[in-house]
């Protein structure tokens, strides 16, 4: 079974640029989640979808962040314009929709702001 | 704002020596599970406790769940160099309808040297 596929692995852009990260879940996964990871701490949860449905996005900053995840598979997590504060893991995540399921993460793309 | 904070922060500890991990929250989870991280990577399960009181093994790892579901703890005996990474404890709640949210705890690094 193929694992969460993310791109790309890392990106350095200049501050007030705008980047874009993609998600491909594991196959049959209906929800989907993006993680903000900043070195050595906890993931921070940004958005959860739920086929293409957002369930939760109450922390996701969004006068800067947006996210989609058009036909229920694939999702991109865009960030325009970037903030040096927004250097960071980024993590992908799928899980069945059932409570205690496990959730699969992708390897993460590792943002550094400049 | 991080629902659960794991404590100890960080732990370096010699092979052989024996550790506990707490995982505390004040809100009641529906289910708990304990992750384990390694540089560049995704975090990874490692168990599911669902009910309070629940204890699980996994080789030289015991995990508790609290009666209250409102905490957890990780012990490890013996442990092994293998055993250093970054451990997350993630509760998750389930509405009535749509998936369950999966919040992380702040982390706790573990650092095994020989």
């Known amino acids: 079974e193929a694992g969460v596929a993310q791109s790309p692995r890392y990106k350095i852009i200049e501050k007030r640029q705008s980047v874009a990260f993609w998600c491909n879940p594991i196959?049959?996964?209906?929800?989907l989640y993006w993680y903000q990871q900043i070195l050595g701490q906890g993931p921070k949860l940004l958005i959860q979808f739920q086929n293409n449905g957002v369930v939760d996005d109450s922390q996701l900053p969004k006068d800067r962040f947006s996210a989609e995840r058009l036909k229920g598979v694939d999702s991109t997590l865009k960030i325009q314009p970037a903030k040096l504060e927004d250097s960071a893991v980024y993590l992908c995540?799928?899980?069945?929709?059932?409570?205690?399921?496990?959730?699969?993460f992708g390897q993460g793309t590792r943002l550094t702001v400049v | 704002t991080q629902l659960l904070e794991q404590s100890p922060q960080f732990l370096s500890i010699q092979e052989g020596e024996n550790l506990t991990v707490y995982c505390n929250s004040s809100?009641?989870?529906?289910?708990l599970q304990w992750y384990r991280q390694e540089p560049g990577e995704g975090p990874v399960l490692l168990v599911t406790?669902?009910?309070?009181?629940e204890v699980k093994k996994l080789k030289r790892l015991t995990f508790q769940f609290g009666d209250a579901r409102k905490d957890s703890s990780l012990h490890i005996t013996a442990a092994q160099p293998g055993d250093t990474g970054l451990y997350l404890c993630a509760g998750a709640r389930t509405s009535t309808g749509t998936a369950s949210k999966l919040t992380f705890g702040t982390g706790t690094r573990l650092q095994v040297t020989l």
């Open positions: 196959s049959g996964h209906a929800t």
């Open positions: 995540a799928s899980r069945h929709p059932q409570g205690a399921a496990e959730a699969f």
């Open positions: 809100s009641v989870f529906s289910s």
């Open positions: 406790v669902v009910t309070g009181g």
